[in-house]
């Protein structure tokens, strides 16, 4: 990977957590930024930086030219057209980008991988990305190489930076984050206390959600990220009834939502079917407006639907668990699984959703 060097006080840091801490702390110089020109300046060894301190100087200030400073530029809206009746349209993913690990080396190691998941973001124009399973130095890699998003998420071990996040990265040239509406919940009997778990899960599990403001229109977007346990049904349908309860609770009006993640079930699963139909889970909840599958929408009739592959270790073991839906008044313009050939992004696909959004009454 590209060596960064850059101080602590560099206004080109980037805060990953909303705590105050820099993405770049512990990381050890790993950040990767796949920027052209940026990438060709900070391709030096950490030795030449420390004996050209002037020439850094210099290099950090073009570097805040090419991608901006966040101490002292303002975000430029990105220019967005706008539809008469206050519509719009945006381009969703979400994407299980596997969890970095020394087992894993090769074309299947993370610093071989992030190359092509940046790539692949940009062909596909995504605007609001979910993911799963990212360690901090994955986040921190990806956020450095899209300057232009914001990112809302933390670590599931400690509530900073340890530990799986189940993040979202938006556009904040487009979304503005609402301040008061943002943030994260554990699934267990106490999801406000740190790396809970509940429900016969080994492993802590999240969502994290924020409510987005369209620059242009002012159009509000609830904006959730799941990530389900792998192996026990109760925590799938309590962890969804949990969220599907807060959800309401937070969103009283019923303003558009998308609802994204790693369900770690397929389509006919009681949890996710709760979702789409307001079919109950174990036990009721408060009245949820049930939302779209926007794959189920396009392509119900679609075989192959695979989104966890495992690698491609055997193609005919492939199962739909990830994910997007929204509300039901959206229409949905795109729905597809991004599949690529070797070298493989994850061992799961990305899923895309292209969107219409109404808007909202009230």
């Known amino acids: 990977m590209r060596t960064v060097g850059l101080n602590a006080g560099s206004c080109v ?3 990953l957590s909303f ?14 930024i796949l920027n052209p020109l940026a990438g060709s300046i900070f391709s030096f060894t950490s030795v ?22 966040e101490k002292t530029q303002k975000e430029v809206p990105k220019a967005v057209a706008v539809s008469l009746d206050g519509s719009i349209e945006v381009a969703l993913m979400t994407f299980n980008l596997r969890y970095e690990n020394k087992q894993e080396i090769g074309k299947r190691a993370w610093r071989n991988r992030v190359v092509g998941i940046v790539g692949m973001l940009q062909r596909e124009k995504v605007e609001i990305l979910g993911i799963q399973e990212g360690l901090h130095g994955q986040v921190a890699d990806l956020w450095a190489s899209l300057p232009n998003f914001g990112f809302e998420g933390v670590g599931r071990d400690d509530g900073k930076k340890r530990g799986e996040y189940t993040g979202i990265f938006y556009r904040k040239d487009r979304f503005e984050a609402d301040p008061k509406n943002r943030g994260s919940i554990w699934l267990s009997d106490t999801p406000s206390k740190v790396g809970s778990k509940s429900w016969g899960n080994s492993f802590p599990r999240m969502a994290t959600w924020v409510r987005l403001l369209d620059r242009s229109s002012g159009q509000a977007l609830w904006v959730v990220n799941i990530h389900l346990d792998h192996m026990h049904q109760p925590s799938r349908e309590k962890g969804v009834k949990l969220f599907a309860q807060k959800l309401t609770e937070m969103n009283p009006d019923f303003e558009p939502v998308v609802w994204m993640g790693d369900f770690n079930a397929g389509e006919w ?3 996710v079917r709760y979702i789409a139909d307001g079919i109950p889970t174990n036990g009721s909840t408060k009245a949820f ?8 929408q396009l392509h119900p009739k679609d075989k192959a639907r695979g989104t966890l592959h495992f690698w491609m270790s055997d193609p005919n073991r492939q199962w739909k668990v990830d994910h997007i839906f ?3 008044e ?5 729905a597809k699984i991004v599949k690529s050939g070797e070298p493989y992004l994850s061992d799961h696909f990305p899923v895309k959703a292209r969107v219409v959004f109404r808007k909202s009454e009230g």
């Open 13 to 15: 840091s980037k805060k």
């Open 330 to 334: 959206a229409k949905v313009l795109e």
């Open 269 to 271: 699963n009681p949890a």
């Open 48 to 69: 030449w930086f420390k004996t050209n301190r002037f020439i850094i100087a210099i290099l950090t200030c073009l570097l805040c030219l090419v991608l901006g400073c």
């Open 19 to 32: 705590s105050g801490e820099y993405r770049h702390d512990g990381l050890k110089d790993r950040a990767v």
């Open 326 to 328: 929204v509300s039901k």
């Open 289 to 296: 407006p049930s939302l779209m599958e926007t794959y189920y």
